[in-house]
Protein backbone atom coordinates (compact mmCIF):
# COMPACT_ATOMS: atom_id res chain seq x y z
CA UNK A 1 0.00 0.00 0.00
CA UNK A 2 2.46 2.75 0.74
CA UNK A 3 4.66 1.97 -2.65
CA UNK A 4 1.38 2.39 -4.33
CA UNK A 5 0.33 5.71 -2.18
CA UNK A 6 4.31 6.90 -3.36
CA UNK A 7 3.50 5.74 -6.68
CA UNK A 8 0.52 7.83 -7.18
CA UNK A 9 1.75 11.11 -5.81
CA UNK A 10 5.30 10.65 -7.94
CA UNK A 11 4.72 8.41 -10.83
CA UNK A 12 7.68 9.49 -12.44
CA UNK A 13 9.26 7.56 -10.14
CA UNK A 14 8.09 4.31 -12.15
CA UNK A 15 9.76 4.63 -15.02
CA UNK A 16 13.14 3.54 -15.80
CA UNK A 17 16.23 5.95 -14.38
CA UNK A 18 17.79 5.41 -17.91
CA UNK A 19 15.10 7.80 -19.39
CA UNK A 20 15.63 11.47 -19.71
CA UNK A 21 12.96 13.51 -17.96
CA UNK A 22 11.84 16.51 -20.16
CA UNK A 23 8.71 17.80 -17.98
CA UNK A 24 8.62 20.30 -15.02
CA UNK A 25 8.58 18.34 -11.34
CA UNK A 26 4.98 18.48 -9.80
CA UNK A 27 4.55 20.41 -6.78
CA UNK A 28 2.61 19.27 -3.91
CA UNK A 29 -1.26 19.95 -3.34
CA UNK A 30 -0.43 21.88 0.02
CA UNK A 31 1.66 24.32 -1.08
CA UNK A 32 -0.64 27.01 -2.75
CA UNK A 33 -3.13 26.50 0.28
CA UNK A 34 0.01 27.90 2.47
CA UNK A 35 0.63 30.64 0.61
CA UNK A 36 -2.95 31.67 0.50
CA UNK A 37 -3.32 31.73 4.42
CA UNK A 38 0.14 33.64 4.81
CA UNK A 39 -1.59 36.33 2.43
CA UNK A 40 -4.82 36.22 4.17
CA UNK A 41 -3.47 36.80 7.70
CA UNK A 42 -0.93 39.49 5.74
CA UNK A 43 -4.03 41.70 4.68
CA UNK A 44 -5.66 40.87 7.69
CA UNK A 45 -3.54 42.04 10.11
CA UNK A 46 -2.92 45.84 7.26
CA UNK A 47 -7.06 46.44 7.66
CA UNK A 48 -6.59 45.76 11.58
CA UNK A 49 -4.07 47.91 11.90
CA UNK A 50 -5.60 51.04 9.54
CA UNK A 51 -9.03 50.26 11.72
CA UNK A 52 -7.51 50.79 14.89
CA UNK A 53 -5.78 54.01 13.60
CA UNK A 54 -8.82 55.69 12.04
CA UNK A 55 -10.67 54.28 15.38
CA UNK A 56 -8.31 56.29 17.57
CA UNK A 57 -8.97 59.03 15.52
CA UNK A 58 -12.34 59.38 15.37
CA UNK A 59 -12.50 58.84 19.01
CA UNK A 60 -10.02 62.02 19.95
CA UNK A 61 -12.30 64.18 17.89
CA UNK A 62 -15.66 63.01 19.80
CA UNK A 63 -14.12 63.56 23.13
CA UNK A 64 -12.32 66.66 22.27
CA UNK A 65 -15.89 67.63 20.57
CA UNK A 66 -17.83 66.92 24.12
CA UNK A 67 -21.00 65.95 24.04
CA UNK A 68 -23.59 66.21 20.82
CA UNK A 69 -25.54 69.59 20.50
CA UNK A 70 -29.03 69.46 21.26
CA UNK A 71 -32.03 69.73 18.68
CA UNK A 72 -34.19 72.59 19.56
CA UNK A 73 -36.43 74.84 17.90
CA UNK A 74 -35.31 78.70 17.98
CA UNK A 75 -37.19 81.48 17.92
CA UNK A 76 -36.23 85.35 17.70
CA UNK A 77 -37.64 87.64 20.05
CA UNK A 78 -39.46 90.30 18.39
CA UNK A 79 -41.74 93.22 19.62
CA UNK A 80 -45.77 93.22 18.69
CA UNK A 81 -48.85 93.58 19.13
CA UNK A 82 -50.61 90.82 21.83
CA UNK A 83 -54.71 91.06 22.95
CA UNK A 84 -55.74 89.79 26.09
CA UNK A 85 -58.85 87.63 25.47
CA UNK A 86 -61.90 85.90 27.62
CA UNK A 87 -62.99 82.80 26.54
CA UNK A 88 -66.86 81.50 27.07
CA UNK A 89 -68.70 78.92 25.87
CA UNK A 90 -72.29 80.16 24.19
CA UNK A 91 -75.01 79.29 22.30
CA UNK A 92 -76.89 80.98 19.69
CA UNK A 93 -79.80 82.69 20.22
CA UNK A 94 -81.77 85.39 18.64
CA UNK A 95 -81.94 88.84 19.74
CA UNK A 96 -85.32 89.16 19.82
CA UNK A 97 -87.72 86.23 20.86
CA UNK A 98 -91.29 86.10 21.38
CA UNK A 99 -93.47 82.72 22.92
CA UNK A 100 -96.99 83.10 21.82
CA UNK A 101 -99.47 81.60 24.20
CA UNK A 102 -103.02 81.63 24.89
CA UNK A 103 -104.79 84.04 27.03
CA UNK A 104 -107.78 82.23 27.05
CA UNK A 105 -108.58 78.06 27.29
CA UNK A 106 -110.14 77.10 23.88
CA UNK A 107 -109.53 74.71 21.27
CA UNK A 108 -107.52 75.71 18.49
CA UNK A 109 -109.24 75.55 14.92
CA UNK A 110 -106.46 77.04 12.45
CA UNK A 111 -102.88 76.95 12.70
CA UNK A 112 -102.16 78.83 9.15
CA UNK A 113 -98.26 78.80 9.09
CA UNK A 114 -95.54 76.00 9.66
CA UNK A 115 -92.08 76.07 11.28
CA UNK A 116 -89.68 78.11 9.36
CA UNK A 117 -92.77 80.52 8.16
CA UNK A 118 -92.13 84.19 7.74
CA UNK A 119 -94.59 86.60 9.16
CA UNK A 120 -95.32 90.06 9.31
CA UNK A 121 -97.14 92.74 12.13
CA UNK A 122 -98.63 94.70 9.52
CA UNK A 123 -98.27 98.27 8.73
CA UNK A 124 -101.51 100.17 9.10
CA UNK A 125 -99.72 103.13 7.67
CA UNK A 126 -98.45 101.62 4.31
CA UNK A 127 -100.65 102.58 0.93
CA UNK A 128 -102.48 99.99 1.25
CA UNK A 129 -102.44 99.20 4.75
CA UNK A 130 -100.52 95.76 5.07
CA UNK A 131 -102.61 93.46 7.57
CA UNK A 132 -100.85 91.64 10.41
CA UNK A 133 -100.14 87.74 9.83
CA UNK A 134 -102.97 85.45 11.74
CA UNK A 135 -100.67 82.88 13.71
CA UNK A 136 -103.75 81.21 15.49
CA UNK A 137 -107.43 80.83 15.31
CA UNK A 138 -109.25 79.42 18.77
CA UNK A 139 -112.93 78.34 19.01
CA UNK A 140 -114.81 81.40 19.82
CA UNK A 141 -118.66 80.08 20.30
CA UNK A 142 -118.31 79.65 24.18
CA UNK A 143 -117.05 83.22 24.58
CA UNK A 144 -119.48 84.83 22.19
CA UNK A 145 -122.22 83.59 24.23
CA UNK A 146 -120.59 84.86 27.14
CA UNK A 147 -120.11 88.26 25.56
CA UNK A 148 -124.09 88.02 24.54
CA UNK A 149 -124.96 87.27 28.03
CA UNK A 150 -122.71 90.28 29.69
CA UNK A 151 -124.03 92.71 26.65
CA UNK A 152 -128.05 91.61 27.86
CA UNK A 153 -127.30 92.05 31.75
CA UNK A 154 -125.63 95.42 30.76
CA UNK A 155 -129.09 96.53 29.11
CA UNK A 156 -130.81 95.19 32.08
CA UNK A 157 -128.64 97.39 34.54
CA UNK A 158 -129.56 100.21 31.64
CA UNK A 159 -133.11 99.62 32.80
CA UNK A 160 -132.97 100.09 36.30
CA UNK A 161 -130.46 103.24 36.00
CA UNK A 162 -134.08 104.64 34.43
CA UNK A 163 -136.33 103.44 36.71
CA UNK A 164 -134.40 104.48 39.43
CA UNK A 165 -133.89 108.05 38.16
CA UNK A 166 -137.80 108.08 37.51
CA UNK A 167 -138.11 107.23 41.08
CA UNK A 168 -135.38 109.94 42.49
CA UNK A 169 -137.15 112.37 40.39
CA UNK A 170 -140.56 111.26 41.94
CA UNK A 171 -138.60 111.36 45.65
CA UNK A 172 -138.03 114.91 44.68
CA UNK A 173 -141.61 116.21 43.59
CA UNK A 174 -142.56 114.85 46.79
CA UNK A 175 -140.30 116.60 49.08
CA UNK A 176 -141.31 119.50 47.33
CA UNK A 177 -144.50 119.27 47.95
CA UNK A 178 -144.56 118.75 51.41
CA UNK A 179 -141.39 121.51 51.71
CA UNK A 180 -144.66 123.58 50.33
CA UNK A 181 -147.29 122.42 52.73
CA UNK A 182 -144.86 122.63 55.67
CA UNK A 183 -144.90 126.13 54.71
CA UNK A 184 -148.18 127.08 54.48
CA UNK A 185 -148.75 124.77 57.60
CA UNK A 186 -145.63 127.62 59.58
CA UNK A 187 -147.64 130.33 58.87
CA UNK A 188 -151.14 128.84 59.54
CA UNK A 189 -149.38 127.97 63.02
CA UNK A 190 -147.85 131.89 63.48
CA UNK A 191 -150.96 133.05 62.98
CA UNK A 192 -153.18 130.76 65.34
CA UNK A 193 -150.51 131.44 68.31
CA UNK A 194 -151.43 135.13 68.09
CA UNK A 195 -154.98 134.95 67.56
CA UNK A 196 -155.01 132.53 71.06
CA UNK A 197 -152.74 134.53 72.56
CA UNK A 198 -155.36 137.30 72.10
CA UNK A 199 -158.37 134.71 73.44
CA UNK A 200 -159.48 135.25 69.69
CA UNK A 201 -159.80 131.64 69.26
CA UNK A 202 -159.63 128.45 71.42
CA UNK A 203 -157.29 126.30 72.81
CA UNK A 204 -158.30 123.28 70.81
CA UNK A 205 -157.99 124.95 67.17
CA UNK A 206 -154.85 126.20 67.94
CA UNK A 207 -153.58 122.42 68.84
CA UNK A 208 -154.83 121.39 66.18
CA UNK A 209 -152.73 123.71 64.10
CA UNK A 210 -149.40 122.57 66.08
CA UNK A 211 -150.24 118.99 65.09
CA UNK A 212 -150.64 119.90 61.55
CA UNK A 213 -147.31 121.60 61.18
CA UNK A 214 -145.78 118.92 63.40
CA UNK A 215 -147.19 116.27 61.08
CA UNK A 216 -146.04 118.16 57.77
CA UNK A 217 -142.26 118.50 59.23
CA UNK A 218 -142.82 114.28 59.66
CA UNK A 219 -143.80 114.02 56.57
CA UNK A 220 -140.82 116.51 55.09
CA UNK A 221 -138.05 114.69 57.00
CA UNK A 222 -139.22 111.28 55.89
CA UNK A 223 -139.71 112.52 51.74
CA UNK A 224 -135.67 114.25 52.78
CA UNK A 225 -134.95 110.76 53.61
CA UNK A 226 -136.23 108.93 50.67
CA UNK A 227 -134.95 111.30 48.35
CA UNK A 228 -131.71 110.92 49.62
CA UNK A 229 -132.19 106.74 49.54
CA UNK A 230 -132.94 107.12 46.07
CA UNK A 231 -130.34 109.28 45.04
CA UNK A 232 -127.63 106.17 46.81
CA UNK A 233 -130.09 103.39 44.65
CA UNK A 234 -129.14 105.10 41.34
CA UNK A 235 -125.38 105.61 42.60
CA UNK A 236 -125.82 101.87 43.06
CA UNK A 237 -126.91 101.56 39.89
CA UNK A 238 -124.53 103.26 37.91
CA UNK A 239 -122.02 101.30 39.85
CA UNK A 240 -123.56 98.02 38.24
CA UNK A 241 -123.75 99.33 34.92
CA UNK A 242 -119.98 100.03 35.34
CA UNK A 243 -119.62 96.83 36.47
CA UNK A 244 -121.45 95.68 33.86
CA UNK A 245 -119.70 97.59 31.09
CA UNK A 246 -116.46 96.06 32.21
CA UNK A 247 -117.61 92.54 32.04
CA UNK A 248 -119.22 93.07 28.44
CA UNK A 249 -115.46 94.60 27.68
CA UNK A 250 -113.82 91.30 28.88
CA UNK A 251 -116.13 89.09 27.17
CA UNK A 252 -115.70 91.17 24.31
CA UNK A 253 -111.71 91.21 24.76
CA UNK A 254 -111.81 87.37 25.51
CA UNK A 255 -113.40 86.59 21.82
CA UNK A 256 -110.71 88.88 20.30
CA UNK A 257 -108.23 86.93 22.02
CA UNK A 258 -109.46 83.70 20.08
CA UNK A 259 -107.84 85.25 17.04
CA UNK A 260 -103.51 85.98 17.69
CA UNK A 261 -101.83 87.96 14.89
CA UNK A 262 -98.55 88.14 15.19
CA UNK A 263 -96.71 90.91 16.97
CA UNK A 264 -93.24 91.75 15.45
CA UNK A 265 -91.85 90.75 11.80
CA UNK A 266 -90.12 87.18 11.71
CA UNK A 267 -89.76 83.56 11.28
CA UNK A 268 -91.90 80.86 13.04
CA UNK A 269 -89.73 78.52 14.97
CA UNK A 270 -91.44 76.27 16.76
CA UNK A 271 -94.82 75.31 16.76
CA UNK A 272 -95.98 73.62 19.89
CA UNK A 273 -99.61 72.48 19.42
CA UNK A 274 -101.33 70.94 16.45
CA UNK A 275 -105.28 72.06 15.65
CA UNK A 276 -107.78 70.46 17.67
CA UNK A 277 -105.26 70.80 20.73
CA UNK A 278 -107.28 72.60 23.66
CA UNK A 279 -104.79 75.37 24.94
CA UNK A 280 -105.25 76.88 28.23
CA UNK A 281 -104.77 80.55 29.78
CA UNK A 282 -106.60 83.67 31.12
CA UNK A 283 -106.32 87.17 30.43
CA UNK A 284 -103.90 88.18 33.48
CA UNK A 285 -101.97 84.67 33.28
CA UNK A 286 -100.74 83.60 29.43
CA UNK A 287 -100.67 79.88 29.33
CA UNK A 288 -100.23 77.44 27.16
CA UNK A 289 -97.56 78.60 24.62
CA UNK A 290 -98.49 77.41 21.02
CA UNK A 291 -95.33 78.71 18.76
CA UNK A 292 -92.30 80.68 19.21
CA UNK A 293 -91.80 83.68 17.06
CA UNK A 294 -87.83 85.17 16.18
CA UNK A 295 -86.13 87.89 14.38
CA UNK A 296 -83.29 85.75 12.73
CA UNK A 297 -82.32 89.27 11.12
CA UNK A 298 -80.27 90.00 13.92
CA UNK A 299 -78.51 87.04 16.06
CA UNK A 300 -76.47 86.62 19.48
CA UNK A 301 -74.35 84.37 21.20
CA UNK A 302 -75.05 84.12 24.98
CA UNK A 303 -72.35 83.54 26.56
CA UNK A 304 -71.46 82.22 30.35
CA UNK A 305 -68.69 83.69 31.47
CA UNK A 306 -66.81 82.82 34.42
CA UNK A 307 -67.08 85.06 37.46
CA UNK A 308 -63.08 85.54 37.76
CA UNK A 309 -63.32 86.95 34.05
CA UNK A 310 -66.73 89.24 34.38
CA UNK A 311 -64.44 92.01 35.85
CA UNK A 312 -62.64 92.20 32.57
CA UNK A 313 -65.60 93.00 30.19
CA UNK A 314 -67.39 96.05 29.14
CA UNK A 315 -70.12 96.47 26.28
CA UNK A 316 -68.71 96.96 22.97
CA UNK A 317 -65.71 94.94 23.21
CA UNK A 318 -65.26 93.05 20.16
CA UNK A 319 -65.45 88.95 20.02
CA UNK A 320 -64.92 86.18 17.82
CA UNK A 321 -67.17 83.50 17.47
CA UNK A 322 -66.32 79.89 16.48
CA UNK A 323 -69.71 77.91 15.59
CA UNK A 324 -69.13 74.09 15.99
CA UNK A 325 -70.88 73.03 13.00
CA UNK A 326 -69.05 75.62 10.77
CA UNK A 327 -65.59 74.44 11.73
CA UNK A 328 -62.72 76.93 10.52
CA UNK A 329 -65.12 79.65 10.13
CA UNK A 330 -65.32 82.73 12.22
CA UNK A 331 -67.82 85.28 13.14
CA UNK A 332 -67.47 88.61 14.57
CA UNK A 333 -69.34 90.73 17.22
CA UNK A 334 -69.82 92.74 20.35
CA UNK A 335 -70.23 92.84 23.73
CA UNK A 336 -73.86 94.15 23.68
CA UNK A 337 -75.32 93.40 27.22
CA UNK A 338 -73.51 91.58 30.49
CA UNK A 339 -75.65 90.33 33.19
CA UNK A 340 -75.75 92.63 36.63
CA UNK A 341 -76.54 88.89 38.47
CA UNK A 342 -74.85 85.40 38.56
CA UNK A 343 -76.70 82.32 37.62
CA UNK A 344 -75.61 78.68 38.79
CA UNK A 345 -74.23 76.15 35.60
CA UNK A 346 -75.24 72.63 36.00
CA UNK A 347 -71.88 72.02 38.15
CA UNK A 348 -72.63 74.49 40.31
CA UNK A 349 -70.02 77.37 39.06
CA UNK A 350 -71.43 80.65 38.63
CA UNK A 351 -71.33 82.03 35.37
CA UNK A 352 -72.36 85.86 34.01
CA UNK A 353 -74.95 85.38 31.23
CA UNK A 354 -72.93 87.71 28.42
CA UNK A 355 -74.82 88.88 24.81
CA UNK A 356 -72.52 89.40 21.80
CA UNK A 357 -74.43 90.39 19.24
CA UNK A 358 -73.39 89.17 15.84
CA UNK A 359 -72.36 90.78 12.61
CA UNK A 360 -72.58 90.88 8.89
CA UNK A 361 -73.88 87.94 7.38
CA UNK A 362 -75.75 85.79 9.99
CA UNK A 363 -78.59 83.59 7.74
CA UNK A 364 -76.55 80.61 7.88
CA UNK A 365 -76.80 80.46 11.95
CA UNK A 366 -79.79 78.77 13.35
CA UNK A 367 -81.33 78.52 17.21
CA UNK A 368 -79.57 76.45 19.26
CA UNK A 369 -76.16 76.13 17.88
CA UNK A 370 -73.39 75.99 20.47
CA UNK A 371 -70.42 78.25 20.06
CA UNK A 372 -67.16 79.17 21.69
CA UNK A 373 -66.44 82.93 22.15
CA UNK A 374 -63.21 85.05 22.81
CA UNK A 375 -63.97 88.61 24.23
CA UNK A 376 -61.01 91.00 23.74
CA UNK A 377 -60.54 93.02 26.95
CA UNK A 378 -57.17 94.52 26.02
CA UNK A 379 -54.57 95.42 23.32
CA UNK A 380 -50.56 95.51 24.23
CA UNK A 381 -49.21 97.22 21.34
CA UNK A 382 -45.27 97.13 20.68
CA UNK A 383 -44.39 94.43 23.76
CA UNK A 384 -42.07 91.47 23.39
CA UNK A 385 -43.74 88.31 23.37
CA UNK A 386 -42.47 84.55 23.44
CA UNK A 387 -44.74 81.29 22.96
CA UNK A 388 -45.86 80.38 26.35
CA UNK A 389 -44.44 76.99 26.98
CA UNK A 390 -41.00 78.61 26.25
CA UNK A 391 -41.43 80.46 29.67
CA UNK A 392 -40.16 78.12 32.72
CA UNK A 393 -40.55 77.75 36.13
CA UNK A 394 -36.97 77.44 37.96
CA UNK A 395 -35.81 77.38 41.25
CA UNK A 396 -33.76 79.81 42.13
CA UNK A 397 -31.31 77.79 43.91
CA UNK A 398 -30.19 75.87 41.21
CA UNK A 399 -29.80 78.76 38.78
CA UNK A 400 -25.49 79.68 38.55
CA UNK A 401 -24.59 82.72 41.01
CA UNK A 402 -23.84 84.99 38.66
CA UNK A 403 -27.05 84.83 37.08
CA UNK A 404 -29.15 84.75 40.16
CA UNK A 405 -27.01 87.59 42.07
CA UNK A 406 -28.40 91.16 41.84
CA UNK A 407 -30.75 90.06 39.20
CA UNK A 408 -34.10 92.45 38.59
CA UNK A 409 -35.71 89.66 37.40
CA UNK A 410 -34.90 87.34 41.00
CA UNK A 411 -36.79 87.87 43.78
CA UNK A 412 -34.72 86.78 46.42
CA UNK A 413 -38.01 86.12 48.86
CA UNK A 414 -39.28 83.13 46.51
CA UNK A 415 -38.22 80.36 45.90
CA UNK A 416 -38.56 79.92 42.51
CA UNK A 417 -39.04 82.30 39.17
CA UNK A 418 -39.60 82.37 35.78
CA UNK A 419 -37.05 82.26 33.09
CA UNK A 420 -36.36 81.25 29.41
CA UNK A 421 -33.51 79.82 27.64
CA UNK A 422 -31.60 81.64 25.54
CA UNK A 423 -29.09 80.87 22.69
CA UNK A 424 -25.60 82.61 22.92
CA UNK A 425 -22.51 80.84 20.70
CA UNK A 426 -24.42 77.70 20.02
CA UNK A 427 -24.80 76.85 24.00
CA UNK A 428 -27.94 77.59 26.36
CA UNK A 429 -27.94 80.37 28.86
CA UNK A 430 -30.75 80.45 31.50
CA UNK A 431 -32.49 84.12 31.55
CA UNK A 432 -34.72 85.02 34.49
CA UNK A 433 -37.30 87.34 32.98
CA UNK A 434 -40.13 89.25 34.44
CA UNK A 435 -44.01 87.84 32.70
CA UNK A 436 -46.88 90.02 31.63
CA UNK A 437 -50.35 89.24 30.42
CA UNK A 438 -50.89 86.84 27.86
CA UNK A 439 -53.84 85.38 25.26
CA UNK A 440 -53.49 81.91 25.90
CA UNK A 441 -50.75 81.25 23.44
CA UNK A 442 -48.16 83.81 23.92
CA UNK A 443 -47.13 85.34 27.01
CA UNK A 444 -45.43 88.99 27.18
CA UNK A 445 -42.08 90.04 28.68
CA UNK A 446 -41.97 92.91 30.84
CA UNK A 447 -37.88 92.09 31.23
CA UNK A 448 -35.24 90.06 31.32
CA UNK A 449 -35.30 89.98 26.97
CA UNK A 450 -34.27 92.13 24.45
CA UNK A 451 -35.90 92.28 20.94
CA UNK A 452 -33.37 89.93 18.51
CA UNK A 453 -32.73 87.27 21.33
CA UNK A 454 -32.76 83.94 20.36
CA UNK A 455 -35.23 81.50 22.49
CA UNK A 456 -35.63 78.30 22.94
CA UNK A 457 -39.28 77.62 22.40
CA UNK A 458 -39.37 74.03 21.87
CA UNK A 459 -40.36 70.51 21.72
CA UNK A 460 -41.80 70.63 24.96
CA UNK A 461 -40.13 67.88 25.89
CA UNK A 462 -36.75 69.12 25.94
CA UNK A 463 -37.47 72.10 27.53
CA UNK A 464 -38.83 70.15 30.64
CA UNK A 465 -35.08 69.17 31.10
CA UNK A 466 -33.07 72.11 29.34
CA UNK A 467 -30.19 73.36 31.73
CA UNK A 468 -27.74 76.36 31.61
CA UNK A 469 -24.34 76.24 29.41
CA UNK A 470 -25.07 72.78 27.09
CA UNK A 471 -24.82 73.28 23.31
CA UNK A 472 -27.90 72.92 21.30
CA UNK A 473 -28.42 73.27 17.31
CA UNK A 474 -31.47 74.75 16.17
CA UNK A 475 -33.62 72.38 14.00
CA UNK A 476 -34.31 73.81 11.02
CA UNK A 477 -30.43 74.22 10.76
CA UNK A 478 -30.38 70.53 11.36
CA UNK A 479 -33.26 69.84 8.77
CA UNK A 480 -31.08 71.87 6.36
CA UNK A 481 -28.00 69.89 6.35
CA UNK A 482 -30.42 66.36 5.97
CA UNK A 483 -31.57 68.09 2.58
CA UNK A 484 -28.82 69.37 1.63
CA UNK A 485 -26.96 65.85 1.87
CA UNK A 486 -29.82 64.27 0.42
CA UNK A 487 -29.65 65.99 -2.57
CA UNK A 488 -25.81 65.49 -2.82
CA UNK A 489 -26.84 61.70 -2.64
CA UNK A 490 -29.14 62.24 -4.95
CA UNK A 491 -27.10 63.79 -7.88
CA UNK A 492 -24.10 61.72 -7.06
CA UNK A 493 -26.38 58.33 -7.66
CA UNK A 494 -27.97 60.25 -10.79
CA UNK A 495 -25.04 61.08 -12.51
CA UNK A 496 -23.45 57.81 -12.39
CA UNK A 497 -25.91 56.14 -13.90
CA UNK A 498 -25.92 58.72 -16.62
CA UNK A 499 -22.16 58.54 -16.89
CA UNK A 500 -22.82 54.51 -17.83
CA UNK A 501 -22.17 52.77 -20.91
CA UNK A 502 -25.61 51.94 -22.54
CA UNK A 503 -25.07 48.25 -24.29
CA UNK A 504 -26.41 48.56 -28.20
CA UNK A 505 -29.91 47.19 -29.15
Keep these: MKGHGVNWAHPARNHDRSVP ?34 LQRVLKRVVSAGPAPTVVRIEEAQRGRLQEFVTAPGQIEPKTKVDISAKVSARVVELPYEEGDPVTAGDPNAAPPVPASVLVRLDSRDLVSRLQSAEARYEAQKAQIEVAKASLAAARARLEGTRTSLEQAQRDFERQRTLFESHDISESAFEAARQRLRELQAQYEAAEHQLRADEISLQVAQHNLDAQRATVEEAREAVGYCVITAPMNGVITRINVEVGTVVTGTISYPGTIIMTLADLSRMIVVAEVDEADIGKLEVGQKADVRVQAYYGQTFHGVVDHIAVSHDLSRTGAKYFRTEILLQGDVS ?7 ADVDIFTEEHLDVIAVPAQAVLSRKVDDLPFDIRQDNPNVDADKTECMVVFRVVDGKTVVTPVTIGPSDMTRIIIRSGLEAGDRVIVGPYKVLGGMQHDKPVRDEREVEAEKAKEKGKASSTETG ?5 PTEPK
Design 496 to 500: GKEGE
Design 364 to 370: RLYSGLT
Design 21 to 54: ITQKPIQPKGAPVRKYFKTTLFVTAIVSIVAVLV
